[in-house]
């Protein structure tokens, strides 16, 4: 068949098509940026041994977004002074101990963001009367705009994230969200390592420490998500009550409960405005909520749990006919714990709320299990769950 020359659009309609979408493939590569930096972020906050050594990587991984040109964590170092301790991006540390100087004039942007607990943006480097100070010597380093971030800890401010841009206006609201994000992130590492600290002073009490660090974990997520952290709460009680509808043994059962509470955090790298979005998502958009199971694992494979705690996270959207992801994995290829966390996943999740939809309710989850068991469900932890039926999932169990 032959194309009429009218079909293809005027040149300004094509213009407008080309347009749209070089902008959506911009924000898809923005999106895909954050969550790189935030899986890089989220992995240091696990693994790394120290607060200096937690601080530099955060700055480094920042420097890998392509509007980032320089990023500098200080400690509150007394009344007017913060005290620099990682940075990553800078030719050299002049310009850190010159802002540092600066600041004890307590006239700063970052002493600002210090004294008000809140983030200070300033759009305009080389037109903005406020930056007289530091005019100078930042624009001779290409700086052109930057963004100062409280560090809080239970309520104190402890300490800064300051983060400089080539770009003018580069921290729009959207990127502020992300950056509060990264600062509320390093909050969490910093209390995390305190604790371990104290901690690992007693090898007696290796099971609490394990136990902290769940929870440390599973705030990350509560922080970037609360309704995916009420969402992991769930289906660990779910899965934990079907571990033991099974009859596994009191250890196994306990892996089923911590690989409960940390399922989704992979979703922690996915940007919040997809997460949240109440509407339909593009293909982009979904294809990226379904790399959370492989960036969960990614987070937690280097912690020496003693249970399969991310294979197990790795494998909970993998079903029995292959149709799963990440690999496609067919029948009994996964773990047990992960066909448990697959069908209390389910049934949570049908039986609550959504923001694209109503609560489906309890019946409707459960029939699902009973309909698709041996299909898409282990028929054995199928048959666990329906016999708890109601006896586990009362009406207003679970919801919100």
């Known amino acids: 068949m032959g194309v009429n020359a009218g079909d293809a659009g005027s040149p300004e309609e094509l213009t407008a098509l080309r347009q749209r979408a070089t902008s959506d493939a911009e924000r898809i590569a923005r999106l895909e940026a954050r969550a790189r930096v935030t899986r890089t972020i989220n992995q ?156 690992d002073q007693s090898a007696d009490l290796l099971r609490d420490r394990l136990a902290e660090t769940t929870k440390a974990v599973a705030l990350i997520g509560q922080i970037r998500d609360p309704y995916t952290a009420a969402h992991q709460e769930n289906v660990s009680q779910i899965a934990r009550a079907i571990a033991g509808e099974m009859k596994l043994a009191e250890e196994q059962a306990e892996g089923v409960r911590i690989a409960g509470l940390l399922h989704d955090i992979g979703k922690t790298c996915i940007p919040s405005e997809i997460l949240a979005r109440p509407g339909k998502l593009s293909p982009e958009e979904m294809g990226l909520i379904k790399t959370h199971p492989q960036l969960g694992y990614d987070i937690l494979k280097r912690i020496d749990f003693p249970w399969p705690v991310a294979p197990a996270i790795l494998q909970h959207h993998e079903r029995l006919d292959g149709s799963g992801y990440p690999a496609g994995l067919w029948g009994n290829a996964t773990l047990l714990e992960a066909r448990i966390l697959g069908v209390a996943d389910v049934v949570e999740a049908m039986s609550s709320h959504r923001p694209y939809r109503p609560a489906l309710g309890i019946d409707s989850a459960l029939r699902e299990i009973a309909e698709k068991k041996g299909i898409l469900y282990d028929s054995a932890v199928a048959d666990a769950c329906l016999s708890l039926g109601l006896r586990l999932f009362p009406e207003k169990a679970f919801r919100r």
């Open 44 to 199: 240091e906050l696990l693994l790394a041994k120290s607060e200096p050594a937690l601080f530099h990587q955060v700055c480094r991984a920042l420097t890998n977004l392509q509007h980032v040109k320089s990023a500098w964590i200080g400690l509150v170092d007394g009344p007017f002074a913060v005290r620099p301790v990682a940075y990553a991006g800078f030719e050299d540390d002049h310009v850190l101990r010159l802002t540092a100087g600066d600041l004890q004039r307590a006239q700063g942007p970052t002493e600002t963001a210090v004294k008000t607990g809140r983030p200070y943006v300033m759009p305009d480097i080389e037109n903005d009367a406020r930056f007289e100070p530091w005019r100078k010597e930042v624009l001779k380093r290409g700086y052109a705009s930057s963004i100062s971030l409280p560090l809080i800890h239970e309520g104190e401010v402890f300490g800064a994230l300051n983060v400089y841009s080539p770009r003018k206006h580069a921290f729009n609201p959207e990127e502020v969200d992300f950056l509060m994000e990264v600062a509320a992130d390093i909050a969490v590492g910093v209390r995390t390592l305190r604790l371990q600290k104290r901690l």
